[in-house]
């Protein structure tokens, strides 16, 4: 069973749509949690960090249930410019070792 | 501020044969990582280097791959001789992150190399 797991999609969705991407991890000693964006054949950039009580930048929300070691990030309005992979990332600690998921691939149409 | 930079971006090397990537971090950091990507997979830790000591390493296949960043600036990662199975994006990652704080850091990515191995 892999640490971080994700549902690799893809999820196609109109402009305009509301998304929705889970992700569970296994290691309940992990600390921090995060969302990264990696466009196609481009470098992972960090696109915001997870907080138990929930966080929001933007069109973009995150949760975190530790109890359920569940993940989840919803994009509001979706716009062309969010095609990209989302990657679910777990922190496991003093090390700033990062755990990555397989990704979630959306693309969305016009 | 200057990003990560990673050279060359691309390499073509048939089985067998050695190959190696650099990488120089941002201006600073004092932590280093090196990651395979694999087509279709999320990018999976190699090595992370404190200054130009070995934090982590568990993951590097020591047979064939090596690492070293002898003053604690830049790096190479070197394949050594290299499998179809290697055939991957490898990124390196630099944060300023310092040992024992506790605190967690955001990692900067370079472009990467895309190596594919014939």
């Known amino acids: 069973r892999k640490e971080v797991e994700q549902d690799p999609g893809p999820f196609n969705v109109p402009e305009g749509a509301t998304v929705a991407f889970n992700c569970t991890y296994s290691?309940?000693?992990?600390?921090?949690f995060f969302w990264y964006r990696q466009d196609c054949r481009k470098e992972p950039k960090l696109l915001m960090s997870?907080?138990?009580s929930g966080n929001e930048d933007g069109r973009f929300t995150a949760q975190l249930n530790r109890a359920s070691q569940y993940i989840s990030l919803l994009i509001r309005d979706s716009k062309l410019s969010d095609s990209a992979t989302y990657l679910c990332?777990?922190?496991?600690?003093?090390?700033?070792?990062?755990?990555f998921g397989t990704g979630t691939l959306l693309a969305v149409q016009p | 501020e200057a990003g990560v930079a990673q050279s060359p971006r691309y390499k073509i090397i048939e089985k067998r044969q050695s190959v190696a990537f650099w990488c120089n971090p941002i201006?600073?950091?004092?932590?280093l990582y090196w990651y395979q990507q694999i087509l279709g997979q999320g990018p999976k830790l190699l090595i992370q280097?404190?200054?130009?000591?070995?934090?982590?390493d568990s993951q590097l296949p020591k047979d064939r791959f090596s690492a070293e960043r002898l003053k604690g600036v830049d790096s190479t990662l070197k394949i050594q001789p290299a499998k179809l199975e290697d055939s991957a994006v490898y990124l390196c990652?630099?944060?300023?992150?310092?040992?024992?704080?506790?605190?967690?850091?955001?990692?900067?990515f370079g472009p990467g190399t895309r190596l594919t191995v014939t």
């Open positions: 990652a630099s944060s300023p992150l310092s040992r024992g704080t506790g605190g967690t850091y955001e990692q900067y």
């Open positions: 290691n309940s000693a992990s600390q921090s």
């Open positions: 997870v907080y138990s």
């Open positions: 990332v777990v922190n496991r600690g003093a090390t700033n070792k990062l755990i």
């Open positions: 201006s600073g950091h004092a932590t």
């Open positions: 280097f404190q200054n130009n000591g070995v934090v982590d």
